[in-house]
């Protein structure tokens, strides 16, 4: 069953790396994955680019178990030396775009949940969820889905990192600021200078300690990346605005660290999105504990993925290498598809069987 299982994955993954699913554009790899569920008697349902489906022998009076990974991909850098969409095999390494991010670890996290498909015996129901818009954050990827889904109980998200459990992962939040002065000519004195007001809150920006310091990623992190003032040499600008890049870590949420910027800062403070939140899980929750003892190691994940969008409990965890990810050329091993599968099997068989399958 495992040979066959691993066999299939990696014909899935070839397939899907031959079509074209940038953010957005992802409805014909979604057929393909619809229609190999399918295909073995697992009942699917969609919305949008999201496929998601349940273990045969669901049980709502169970918890469950949510497996996560993306079919969308960013679009080709000018780097590559070979067709992306090629899916070739050479030297153990199969090329194409979003072969590694995330196509090794979807294709791996579906081979794992046909596994388990119809195991009467489960601790633990299971939903997968392979779904759309991951590389640009969007709102019609799994964000859109997750009220579909039911009560989720804690998830796995697949993404690469060479089968090391990240057990936390970053937030972010982009905020657009502005400072008000009051024109006036430059010659007189007249006026009140908006960059030299902006200038007072973006050195609290530059040198505010938050308080609690996350023990994975040490203090959180912010920026002034973009500043914009004025119109010519001699007018007193009466506005200026900047931008701040706030990455947060698992000691906040973000709405406790926007509410600690307001407090502290004159300029008006406008976020983006407080969507983006940084997530974590106990290095103590059995599937955590179950991956220590297979002797994965743990870590804080600098990049941001869905699992900014749970708010449960969650590890992102996968075959492949995030130093591949949007890379020209990128591929990932077979062999790393072959061991994901069988790692998140083995790492799954205590925490959702009770060892009894």
């Given at each position: 069953?495992?040979?066959?299982?691993?066999?299939?994955?990696?014909?899935?993954?070839?397939?899907?790396?031959?079509?074209?699913?940038?953010?957005?554009?992802?409805?014909?790899?979604?057929?393909?994955?619809?229609?190999?569920?399918?295909?073995?008697?697992?009942?699917?349902?969609?919305?949008?680019?999201?496929?998601?489906?349940?273990?045969?022998?669901?049980?709502?009076?169970?918890?469950?178990?949510?497996?996560?990974?993306?079919?969308?991909?960013?679009?080709?850098?000018?780097?590559?030396?070979?067709?992306?969409?090629?899916?070739?095999?050479?030297?153990?390494?199969?090329?194409?775009?979003?072969?590694?991010?995330?196509?090794?670890?979807?294709?791996?996290?579906?081979?794992?949940?046909?596994?388990?498909?119809?195991?009467?015996?489960?601790?633990?129901?299971?939903?997968?969820?392979?779904?759309?818009?991951?590389?640009?954050?969007?709102v019609n990827g799994l964000e859109s889905i997750l009220?579909?889904?039911?009560?989720?109980?804690?998830?796995?998200?697949?993404?690469?990192?060479?089968?090391?459990?990240?057990?936390?992962?970053?937030?972010?939040?982009?905020?657009?600021?502005?400072v008000h002065g009051k024109a006036g000519h430059a010659?007189?004195?007249?006026?009140?200078?908006?960059?030299?007001?902006?200038?007072?809150?973006?050195?609290?920006?530059?040198?505010?300690?938050?308080?609690?310091?996350?023990?994975?990623?040490?203090?959180?992190?912010?920026?002034?990346?973009?500043?914009?003032?004025?119109?010519?040499?001699?007018?007193?600008?009466?506005?200026?605005?900047?931008?701040?890049?706030?990455?947060?870590?698992?000691?906040?949420?973000?709405?406790?660290?926007?509410?600690?910027?307001?407090?502290?800062?004159?300029?008006?403070?406008?976020?983006?999105?407080?969507?983006?939140?940084?997530?974590?899980?106990?290095?103590?929750?059995?599937?955590?504990?179950?991956?220590?003892?297979?002797?994965?190691?743990?870590?804080?994940?600098?990049?941001?993925?869905?699992?900014?969008?749970?708010?449960?409990?969650?590890?992102?965890?996968?075959?492949?290498?995030?130093?591949?990810?949007?890379?020209?050329?990128?591929?990932?091993?077979?062999?790393?598809?072959?061991?994901?599968?069988?790692?998140?099997?083995?790492?799954?068989?205590?925490?959702?069987?009770?060892?009894?399958?």
């Amino acid at each position: 069953m495992m040979e066959k299982l691993q066999n299939d994955a990696v014909a899935l993954l070839k397939e899907l790396i031959t079509i074209s699913s940038f953010s957005r554009e992802e409805d014909k790899t979604a057929d393909v994955i619809e229609a190999f569920l399918q295909e073995r008697k697992v009942k699917t349902q969609r919305q949008g680019n999201n496929i998601w489906a349940y273990n045969a022998h669901f049980d709502s009076s169970k918890p469950t178990l949510l497996l996560n990974s993306h079919h969308d991909t960013v679009k080709p850098n000018s780097g590559y030396s070979r067709d992306p969409f090629s899916a070739d095999v050479e030297d153990g390494k199969l090329y194409g775009l979003g072969s590694n991010d995330a196509g090794g670890c979807l294709v791996s996290l579906i081979a794992t949940f046909l596994y388990y498909y119809n195991a009467e015996d489960l601790t633990y129901n299971l939903c997968l969820a392979a779904t759309a818009e991951e590389e640009i954050s969007g709102v019609n990827g799994l964000e859109s889905i997750l009220p579909e889904l039911g009560v989720l109980d804690f998830a796995i998200v697949g993404e690469p990192t060479l089968m090391n459990l990240a057990i936390a992962e970053r937030g972010l939040m982009v905020l657009d600021c502005e400072v008000h002065g009051k024109a006036g000519h430059a010659a007189r004195e007249e006026g009140e200078n908006a960059i030299y007001k902006a200038l007072r809150d973006i050195e609290w920006f530059r040198s505010y300690r938050f308080a609690k310091v996350s023990e994975l990623f040490g203090p959180l992190k912010m920026s002034v990346t973009v500043i914009n003032a004025g119109s010519q040499h001699n007018v007193v600008p009466a506005l200026c605005s900047f931008t701040v890049d706030v990455r947060v870590t698992d000691a906040y949420t973000n709405e406790e660290v926007l509410k600690i910027i307001k407090t502290n800062v004159d300029c008006t403070v406008k976020p983006r999105s407080t969507r983006l939140k940084p997530s974590s899980i106990d290095k103590d929750h059995p599937i955590v504990q179950s991956g220590i003892r297979m002797g994965k190691q743990t870590y804080g994940s600098p990049t941001t993925s869905d699992q900014a969008l749970l708010s449960i409990p969650s590890v992102k965890v996968g075959p492949g290498d995030s130093a591949r990810s949007h890379m020209a050329d990128e591929y990932v091993y077979v062999q790393e598809i072959l061991d994901g599968i069988a790692g998140y099997v083995e790492m799954l068989k205590p925490v959702i069987t009770a060892g009894t399958l």
